[in-house]
């Protein structure tokens, strides 16, 4: 299948001093833009000074520390050249409507440009492959256990598979074995 977008894609990834859109600051840009033949055009990291501490729980994440970037510009020397670079771009990140996007505008904004992007179509691969990977049963079995699921939609059969997803998932994940833990597990909400 041939590659071709109607524009650039600028592809993003931010790395930041919290996971709370509300008050992460940006400590490190990556910026992958895909020409319309879906070719590397340009490609660079930019680290920035958030002009805050970068708490520990943070470090331990991406790895990027206080001392690390105590000599980067903060990102309101570097807006405009970002906005030039990104200008007639779409956008494109795994996911950046809920993380990257917000964050980034919150900064332009601070930084005294005001519409950012506002021109831009935003891809978020991560609702792509969520949309794209095969949910049921089947798949789960085949991704955990290596092999197809037999004799789907017979209920011994299902519950077999699933005992033995199970199984596996608490093993692959380091999860806990912990009926009350797991369920807590199931019913937590993702925080990025």
Do not use: W
């Not at 331990?60 to 990104?86: C, Q, R, W």
């Not at 601070?110 to 089947?138: E, P, Y």
């Not at 005992?163 to 369920?183: F, G, R, T, Y």
Request: glycine share 4%; with cysteine; net charge negative.
């Amino acid at each position: 299948m041939r590659i071709y977008f109607k524009r650039p894609v600028a592809v993003i990834d931010l790395e930041t001093t919290e996971l709370d859109i509300k008050i992460a600051r940006i400590v490190s840009i990556g910026i992958v833009i895909l020409d319309c033949d879906g070719s590397v055009k340009y490609k660079n990291e930019l680290r920035v000074n958030p002009r805050v501490e970068i708490p520990k729980h943070t470090i331990d994440v991406h790895g990027i520390t206080n001392d690390m970037i105590k000599n980067s510009p903060p990102f309101s020397a570097l807006a405009e050249t970002i906005a030039e670079l990104l200008n007639n771009c779409d956008f494109a990140g795994y996911n950046i409507e809920k993380f990257d996007l917000p964050i980034l505008k919150r900064e332009f904004a601070l930084a005294g440009i005001s519409n950012f992007g506002k021109d831009a179509n935003v891809i978020d691969v991560r609702t792509i492959f969520i949309k794209n990977l095969r949910k049921d049963l089947s798949s789960a079995v085949l991704h955990y256990l290596g092999r197809p699921h037999r004799d789907a939609h017979q209920a011994l059969s299902d519950a077999s598979a699933t005992a033995e997803v199970l199984l596996k998932q608490i093993e692959a994940h380091n999860l806990s074995s912990d009926a009350c833990e797991l369920q807590a597990y199931c019913r937590k909400e993702e925080s990025f």
